[in-house]
């Protein structure tokens, strides 16, 4: 925490307005390559945090009644400008996170996606009707906002995961206060920025910034209809049960420790190749990083050529150009990456790649882990066990790929898996039998477009409805049916009778 007035603060966002916080907690954002402190975020105070919401709760009261059109219309512009200021978001993000420049466009890329996508919010948000459903009688639907909605969203998409939230929430109709990674949090306000740029009205978006107090005022406040929530499986669990005891409907995408399975039909240099970018890639801070990679039968061979792709890939810091591996988020989690390491050696793990200490030319202050391999683990190490969070692939064995896919099943965890193999019916055979929310068939990362929503099985995922895709349509909207009769002018004294009476 620091009290320094010397470098910029991060700002509230309030009733349209970007003001300075209040509060005496401030805490630093710092360059995860360089450790240069770029900004301070403040922890907003309690008042400050329920001026937003009321301000979403009185903007919401014009907001649900604007037209369809309208709303789309914003997210049009809306995604024009965040393709006009690509390169400066990219920036701020490789600044403040550490992904190299090409991923936190990627970053953007998906979120922006979403944009798109809540530009189509006309077809989207409609309704189902039934005609003569009695006689003279037709039911029809209606999908109403909710009112006022919160998200809640960690550091590894700084930019993707708000995204992911408040442009579907405010398109169908709600307003939104968000709570930003305090890691993190400048990218996501320059998207905010631009978000009112493109005519998001005041108080329909609101930013407060904090930790635990801001995520547990969001959970309890009366106004607050809904709560989305990314993170870790630990906080969102937290985040689930204090928000639907209070009577809200939630949403909490959470932890990962995503498998791969490698079968010999493999196409081998394709697949090495996919591996090793998802499991060393944005420094493994992916929520669908691959930590895991099940080698079946003769691909077990295949080890050694994996170690060396591993080893051609290059670290440094994400505005470096030819950076493969930035650095990871903070110190801390520095040393909590090198000390699971520590912790796999020692509980037996062989490792056959040690990315612990890098030189890192020009960098030696960043947060660096190079990418790191461990071959022999077991279901019982911690190093399988925990989310590491980092540039660090367990290696497993199996001799079959139903003994690989019970493996997969009996993990906790259910956010991503990949099958690699030229086989069809060993592929159908897979997405049939695992219980995992995004699967992959050859494709290491398969994040679904916004087409579909995001989902996961188990303790990645709590609550019924994922983001985006037509999914959120459901989440952030209450259906009510209207079932309608008209009497013709001539039609008198009918009989005393309430129901309808199908025929
Ligand atoms: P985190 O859980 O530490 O933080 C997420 C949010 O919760 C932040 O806004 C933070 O301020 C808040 N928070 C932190 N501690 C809290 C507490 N004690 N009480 C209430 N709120 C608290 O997660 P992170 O480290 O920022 O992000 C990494 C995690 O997110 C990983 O576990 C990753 O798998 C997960 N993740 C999941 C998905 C998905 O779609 N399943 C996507 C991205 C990240």
Not at 124 to 137: D, F, P, S
Not at 225 to 251: C, D, E, I, M, P
Request: proline letters at 6%.
């Amino acid at each position: 925490m620091t009290t320094s007035n010397a470098i910029p603060s991060v700002k509230l966002l309030i009733n349209g307005e970007f003001v300075e916080s209040r509060t005496s907690q401030w805490r630093d954002v710092v360059n995860p390559a360089t450790q240069e402190v770029l900004a301070r975020v403040p922890f907003a105070t309690t008042e400050e945090m329920n001026a937003a919401v009321a301000s979403a709760k009185e903007a919401f009261k014009t907001w649900r009644k604007t037209p369809i059109g309208a709303r789309a219309r914003i997210f049009l512009k809306y995604q024009q400008l965040i393709r006009e200021n690509m390169k400066e978001l990219a920036a701020i993000l490789t600044a403040e996170q550490g992904k190299t420049l090409p991923d936190a466009e990627g970053d953007i890329f998906r979120g922006l996606e979403v944009v798109e996508h809540a530009a189509n919010i006309g077809t989207l948000q409609m309704g189902e009707l039934a005609n003569n459903v009695a006689g003279g009688v037709d039911t029809y639907t209606l999908l109403q906002p909710l009112g006022v909605c919160a998200g809640i969203t960690p550091f590894n998409f700084p930019a993707m995961i708000p995204l992911w939230m408040f442009p579907m929430a405010i398109a169908t109709g709600n307003t939104f206060i968000l709570k930003p990674s305090e890691q993190d949090p400048m990218v996501t306000m320059r998207l905010v920025e631009l978000a009112l740029e493109a005519g998001v009205p005041p108080g329909v978006l609101n930013v407060i910034h904090g930790g635990a107090d801001a995520v547990n005022l969001l959970c309890d406040h009366p106004d607050i209809k809904a709560v989305s929530f990314v993170g870790s499986t630990k906080v969102g669990t937290h985040v689930y049960n204090r928000a639907t005891l209070n009577g809200k409907r939630a949403q909490c995408m959470m932890g990962a420790k995503n498998h791969a399975i490698v079968l010999p039909d493999a196409n081998k240099q394709q697949t090495l190749n996919n591996l090793a970018g998802a499991a060393f890639g944005a420094a493994g801070q992916r929520c669908m990083a691959l930590s895991v990679v099940i080698l079946v039968g003769e691909a077990q061979a295949w080890l050694p050529e994996l170690v060396e792709k591993a080893k051609s890939l290059k670290i440094g810091a994400g505005v470096e150009p030819g950076a493969d591996v930035g650095p990871v988020i903070s110190c801390a989690a520095l040393d909590r990456v090198s000390s699971l390491i520590a912790t796999g050696e020692r509980e037996g793990a062989r490792l056959v790649l040690d990315g612990r200490n890098p030189e890192v030319s020009g960098y030696a202050q960043g947060n660096f882990v190079g990418p790191t391999i461990f071959d022999g683990v077991t279901a019982e190490m911690s190093i399988y066990r925990e989310e590491v969070f980092g540039p660090v692939l367990c290696v497993m064995h199996a001799a079959t790929m139903n003994e690989a896919i019970a493996l997969i099943n009996a993990n906790p965890n259910g956010n991503g898996t990949a099958l690699f193999t030229r086989s069809g019916a060993a592929a159908r055979h897979f997405q049939e039998e695992i219980d995992v929310g995004q699967v992959g068939i050859n494709v290491p990362i398969p994040v679904p477009v916004p087409l579909f929503s995001f989902t996961g099985s188990r303790a990645s995922k709590l609550g019924d409805l994922g983001p985006y895709g037509k999914q959120v349509v459901q989440f952030y909207t209450q259906t009510k049916t209207v079932t309608q009769r008209w009497f013709d002018e001539d039609e008198v004294g009918g009989a005393v009778n309430t129901t309808i009476t199908l025929k």
